[in-house]
């Protein structure tokens, strides 16, 4: 059975710090993983990696995927209040499955 | 701009009515489209996929009896929940993708259904 977890469920930093998320997936036929950011309605596309060991970025916010470990990396530098949501990786295999998501909350 | 509308956004219903929701790829040609359903304070939870010209795929413990998806074409699915019961309150959210097993999911903004 396809399953994915992320990590830390939930987390609280001030403004300023730097926070990874960690997701780690098991799906059938895997062929990327998606990163998504959800605040009050439909979820938003951060990235879609497929290769390992390639780093994606995009402003504050990069990723990687470790496709031996079956795992990827958010990581958010210089966090900001608007940056609070929660978080989401969906790996894409015969199906595309959302983990539970980990909640971000940035305090000034 | 928005490449997937859902329609519509907010609807409260009476027990034992059906409920259609519309999900419209906009600019591009979706062959599988997701409903998915998210209860508060949690993640999203894939209900079935949605295939063009074919019958619905539905996920373990979702009802097709219930949940009547119609993917008539390329650009549209329907999601109808019927003899709805509070219980069936939710955020339901359709996505779809370009064509190619590559492409990143784009998500509609929801549909908030709370049934009385």
């Known amino acids: 059975e396809d399953k994915v977890v992320q990590s830390p469920l939930s987390l609280v930093v001030h403004e300023g710090d730097t926070v990874t998320l960690n997701c780690s997936y098991e799906v059938t036929n895997f062929r990327s993983l998606l990163w998504y950011k959800q605040e009050k309605k439909a979820p938003t596309f951060l990235f879609m990696l497929?290769?390992?060991?390639i780093e994606k970025k995009s402003g504050r916010l990069s990723s990687i995927l470790d496709k031996k470990e079956l795992s990827s990396i958010l990581n958010i530098t210089a966090t900001q209040t608007g940056d609070s949501a929660i978080y989401l990786c969906a790996p894409v295999g015969d199906k595309l499955i959302f983990g539970t998501g980990t909640r971000l909350q940035v305090f000034p | 701009g928005a490449v997937v509308s859902q329609h519509p956004s907010r609807v409260i219903c009476k027990s034992g009515t059906s409920v259609k929701i519309e999900c419209r790829s906009l600019d591009f040609q979706a062959t599988t489209m997701f409903w998915y359903r998210q209860f508060p304070k949690q993640s999203l939870m894939l209900m079935a996929t949605?295939?063009?010209?074919?019958?619905?795929?539905?996920e373990q413990g979702v009802e097709k009896d219930k949940f009547l998806i119609n993917h008539a074409s390329l650009t549209l699915s329907t999601l109808t929940v019927t003899s709805a019961h509070p219980e069936d309150s939710s955020f339901y959210i359709c996505?779809?993708?370009?064509?190619?097993?590559?492409?990143?999911?784009?998500f509609g903004n929801g549909t908030r259904l709370t049934v009385t």
């Open positions: 497929t290769s390992s060991g």
């Open positions: 949605s295939n063009e010209g074919s019958k619905a795929t539905y």
């Open positions: 996505s779809a993708s370009r064509a190619g097993v590559n492409s990143p999911l784009h």
